[in-house]
Structure formats: structure tokens, C-alpha cells
């Protein structure tokens, strides 16, 4: 009885990649060009994601700082209590996430926005 082994092992290649020859397409070129219109195409997207980050900004500061403050201008809030738990503890730990989490939300779906029709616009020319 004769005993046989697996069988040999074959190597598989793929055939070697070689780099595209395609050029970029005209409107993508126009982003990486020194000129003025590539410039102010890059300039108008960040300028755009600036405006996006303050609009989320600005809410989520005055958010987080609204209760400090309150609490220094009205001393006999900090000791107020709710249910018989401190009324810090239910803001500080329930009140503040879901309006932050809902904020960022809103950033996700507006910074999704914008980078659509940006490339919508890129597309259009």
C-alpha cells in the first residue's frame, strides 16, 4: 500500500500591476494647480467646513457653559435636588450628552452635505 502525500503546492500570481497612464480627470487637476482657480476652489471648501465647525461650536460651548455659570450666579441651585438627587448630578449627567450627541449629529449630516455638493460642483464643471 503505497501512501501519497498532498498534493504539490502551486503558486498563484497575479500579473504585475503597473501604474494608471490615465490622467486625472481635468476638475481633480484643477485642485492640485497653483492657479487662482484651484486655489479658490480649496479656500471656498475650507472656508465652507469653517462655517459648518463654528455653527456647532458656538451652540455646544453656551451648552456646556450654561449650568457653571448658573450655578456661580445662583448659589442655591447647586444644592437644589430632584427626586432626591442633586440637580447637578441630573444635568451634569443626563442633560448635557443627548443635546451633544444631537449636535453632532447635525455636524455628521451638514459636513456630509457640504462635501456633496462640492463634489457635485467638481462634477458640473
Same mark, same amino acid.
Given at each position: ?46 472656508? #465652507?467646513?469653517?462655517? $459648518?465647525?463654528?455653527?456647532? =461650536?458656538?451652540?455646544? !460651548?453656551?451648552?456646556?457653559? &450654561? *449650568? %457653571?455659570? +448658573? ?6 441651585? #447647586?444644592?437644589?435636588? $430632584?427626586?432626591?438627587?442633586? =440637580?447637578?448630578?441630573? !444635568?451634569?449627567?443626563?442633560? &448635557? *450628552? %443627548?443635546? +451633544? ?25
Amino acid at each position: 500500500m503505497t501512501t501519497t502525500g498532498p498534493p504539490p503546492r502551486e503558486v498563484v500570481r497575479s500579473a504585475p500591476r503597473r501604474a494608471s497612464n490615465r490622467p486625472l480627470s481635468p476638475v481633480r487637476d484643477d485642485l492640485y494647480q497653483a492657479d487662482a482657480y484651484g486655489r479658490e476652489l480649496l479656500t471656498s471648501l475650507m472656508r #465652507a467646513q469653517a462655517g $459648518v465647525s463654528l455653527a456647532v =461650536l458656538l451652540p455646544a !460651548i453656551t451648552l456646556l457653559a &450654561i *449650568y %457653571p455659570l +448658573l450655578a456661580v450666579l445662583v448659589p442655591r441651585l #447647586a444644592n437644589f435636588e $430632584v427626586l432626591g438627587l442633586p =440637580l447637578t448630578l441630573i !444635568i451634569l449627567g443626563g442633560g &448635557i *450628552y %443627548p443635546p +451633544l450627541v444631537l449636535l453632532g449629529y447635525w455636524y455628521v449630516r451638514r459636513a456630509e452635505r457640504l462635501e456633496q455638493r462640492f463634489v457635485e460642483l467638481l462634477k458640473e464643471k
